[in-house]
């Protein structure tokens, strides 16, 4: 089977590099596009999922909702999916955080999430809290659309692929606009769909 992995669309405070974890904030304009094409992409080159699954936030569900209906299928909500938790850094400019604390943001950002943002949750501790979940999806029942969000998605591949070093994490990073095919039983990734766009990528 076939595990696809993508991003919700944009948002605007992903356009305005504004950190965005539980805060339930709607795809924009952009968004909405950029999941219309991707569900156009799917359902042109043959991926026929047997279940799309989505992080029960409106980015993540909206865009599960456009690609499942591209695809003939309804959408299972999955609470483990949440985004990681950003604590102290939700709902603030990238900017901002910097001004006040350079030093310690540019570790934790080159760190790959591996270490939390203060009052929120790292890369391990969503790869644990997704373990069960992730285990679960290994299967005959057919490929698998998982829609998710940055942190979350990194957190899954790393933990199918057991890697959370620094290189392997930025791998994992996604635009708005991707998926990422991985096969599991053995886990190894496939390749990455990425949308015909000219929508600006944003990775906040």
């Not at 599960?64 to 299928?73: F, N, R």
């Amino acid at each position: 089977m076939t595990l696809l992995i993508a991003r919700h669309g944009q948002t605007d405070w992903n356009v305005e590099r504004r950190w965005q974890s539980r805060t339930d904030i709607p795809l924009n304009a952009t968004g909405y596009r950029q999941a219309t094409r991707l569900g156009a992409l799917l359902r042109a080159q043959g991926f026929a999922p047997a279940r799309v699954i989505s992080s029960p936030l409106i980015r993540a569900w909206k865009t599960a909702a456009i690609l499942g209906e591209a695809l003939g299928q309804t959408v299972r909500v999955e609470p483990v999916l949440t985004e990681l938790d950003l604590g102290e850094y939700e709902g603030r400019l990238e900017v901002e955080i910097r001004a006040a604390d350079g030093a310690g943001y540019d570790k934790w950002r080159e760190g790959g999430y591996l270490q939390p943002a203060p009052g929120g949750e790292g890369i391990k501790d969503v790869a644990d809290r997704v373990k069960d979940f992730v285990d679960s999806l290994d299967d005959t029942s057919g490929d698998i659309l998982l829609v998710g969000h940055q942190g979350v998605n990194m957190a899954i591949k790393a933990q199918l692929s057991d890697c959370f070093t620094r290189d392997c994490l930025a791998s994992f990073r996604q635009d708005n606009d991707e998926i990422d095919l991985w096969r599991l039983n053995p886990a190894s990734a496939l390749h990455r769909l990425r949308a015909d766009s000219d929508d600006t990528p944003t990775s906040v």
